[in-house]
């Protein structure tokens, strides 16, 4: 699948998830509001937009929701701001074809692909949540780096096992 078909993929996935959506307006926000505009949405500020659309009970799904609440502090230091949404309900039906681009990063790339092959193998139509933190916990690298620069990780996050080894077919032979 070529970059274009992925992002197409993405955009009719996640518009039929407004919260989602909104999740991800909130982390262009959030991106906007940083010194460097060129680094683009990262998964931390998406996040972040998760929890501004979601409200605390996002929070209930992390071991340590204070940590996370230090990294929003950090991450969006003015709060939440609401100025991409509200371009995007002012622009979304114009007849000049108002666009926007945004960079993801690399890791949020990954568990919004991971959340809508989630999505599209169970069938089932939600808010999104469950297929986002499914593809989170899914992911070692993001948990970990979670885990080690914020200090808080998902709450269902279950470490991998490298234990599943069959059994030797004659037990003699160990």
């Known amino acids: 699948m070529d970059y274009i078909q992925l992002l197409h993929h993405h955009a009719s996935y996640f518009r039929s998830r407004r919260k989602i959506f909104k999740a991800l307006m909130h982390g262009m926000d959030g991106a906007l509001q940083r010194k460097d505009h060129n680094e683009g949405i990262t998964l931390e500020l998406f996040l972040c937009g998760m929890y501004f659309v979601f409200g605390r009970g996002f929070l209930g799904r ?17 709060g939440k701001l609401s100025s991409m949404t509200r371009w ?10 108002q666009m926007v681009g945004a960079k993801f990063d690399e890791p949020l790339t990954r568990v ?15 808010n999104g949540l469950p297929e986002i933190m499914a593809a989170l916990c899914l992911d ?17 996050y279950l470490e991998p096992r490298s234990s599943f080894q069959r059994p030797p077919a004659n037990p003699l032979d160990e």
Not at 68 to 74: T, Y
Not at 112 to 126: D, Q, V, Y
Not at 147 to 156: D, I, L, V, Y
């Open 62 to 78: 992390f071991d340590d929701p204070d940590a996370f609440l230090r990294m929003q502090k950090d991450l969006a230091p003015n």
């Open 112 to 126: 919004l692909w991971n959340a809508t092959r989630i999505s599209k193998a169970s069938g089932l139509r939600s």
């Open 140 to 156: 070692e690298d993001v948990v970990h780096d979670l885990k080690h620069r914020w200090g808080f990780m998902p709450r269902a």
């Open 88 to 97: 995007w309900r002012r622009y979304r039906n114009s007849p000049d074809g």
